[in-house]
């Protein structure tokens, strides 16, 4: 009875294993269509480029949405993961500015993500997701600490959030400024939190340290 138990735990343990090394693959592959082609790749163009038919994709995904989802998510925390391990010493605010600069160099450190977001930016709705994220927590917490301006949070945060996508929008999209030119749009756009002109622009001549070794 006990041997019975064991094989089929042992059976179990290899068929979710196996599951979790397609689903991996599946979102892998997902990232290369999202850099390739962007958000309006079709399941059939999703299909051809992981050799499996669509059957597949729907057996470990409800619909290329969320596939594309999760795969845009792990690449987001393998670069929050990688770039953070660097960090210029200084206040919770310049910390969180110093990220949103570090992804304006994003081309030089992780071309398929920076591909993805030049892909994501023809597509409105995904590249508000694709770039906002969990950042609104983030400046929500920076004002419960006093950091940048309480008063009609929720405003500031919606003009933030366009404010930041815009400057990406021109950085990622039409290539139009230089992640230099980003940082000075970005400093304007600190007026938003009542951070005054000449803080804003030490924020943003913080350097910026990047881990020595390659993203993974």
């Not at 059957?55 to 792990?74: M, Q």
């Not at 930041?164 to 990622?172: D, N, P, R």
């Amino acid at each position: 009875m006990a041997t019975k138990k064991q094989a089929a735990s042992v059976a179990g343990n290899r068929q979710a294993a196996y599951s979790a090394r397609n689903r991996a693959a599946l979102i892998k592959h997902a990232q290369e269509v999202l850099a390739e082609v962007g958000p309006s790749a079709t399941i059939e163009q999703l299909s051809a480029h992981a050799q499996v038919s669509p059957t597949t994709i729907y057996k470990y995904f409800t619909n290329k949405e969320v596939l594309f989802s999760e795969a845009l998510n792990e690449l987001w925390e393998e670069w929050l993961n990688w770039s953070g391990q660097t960090k210029t010493p200084g206040e919770p605010l310049e910390n969180v500015i110093d990220a949103g600069r570090k992804l304006f160099r994003i081309k030089q450190h992780d071309p398929i993500l920076a591909q993805v977001l030049h892909n994501a930016v023809k597509d409105p709705q995904f590249a508000m997701k694709a770039l906002q994220g969990e950042g609104g927590k983030v400046f929500i917490s920076l004002a419960k600490m006093g950091a940048i301006k309480s008063e009609d949070l929720e405003e500031r945060l919606i003009l933030w959030k366009n404010i930041y996508t815009g400057i990406c929008v021109s950085l990622y999209g039409n290539e139009e400024i230089s992640p230099e030119e980003a940082d000075i749009a970005l400093g304007i756009g600190l007026s938003v939190w009542g951070i005054s002109e000449a803080k804003a622009k030490k924020i943003i001549s913080r350097p910026l340290v990047f881990p020595l070794h390659a993203i993974q």
